[in-house]
């Protein structure tokens, strides 16, 4: 059974940076594409950032692109969001997701596992 566990998240000023970190407990984990994705108050989910198994191909929500930027670790059971020149209407609840897939996909409803969630909170 897969778990995946994030942290990293927390309170930050308007252009600052966080880290995001999402741990997957099944080693075999290293054959799934990572996403991550978050939740606005009163808003849907929407796709942030995807990669491949591989991790050799990325792809960003219009939003986050040129400040964001998703990376794979050494073992490829863990996922990592860097957070650069964050805005307020970033604040969400962020949420990494595990697809059975070497290829990514910015689709939620095609990932098969996900984190509890970390809140991101942007003041201005």
């Known amino acids: 059974q897969v778990q995946l566990v994030e942290s990293g998240g927390g309170l930050v000023q308007a252009g600052g940076s966080l880290r995001l970190s999402c741990g997957n407990t099944?080693?075999?984990?290293?054959?799934?594409?990572m996403g991550w994705f978050r939740q606005a108050p009163g808003k849907e989910r929407e796709f942030v950032a995807a990669i491949t198994w591989s991790g050799r191909s990325t792809a960003y929500a219009d939003s986050v692109k040129g400040r964001f930027s998703i990376s794979r670790g050494n073992a490829k059971n863990t996922v990592s969001l860097q957070m650069n020149s964050l805005k307020p209407e970033d604040t969400a609840v962020y949420y990494c997701a595990a697809k059975r897939s070497i290829s990514s996909s910015p689709w939620l409803g095609e990932y098969d596992y996900w984190g509890q969630g970390t809140q991101v909170t942007v003041s201005s």
């Open positions: 099944e080693r075999t984990a290293s054959n799934y594409a």
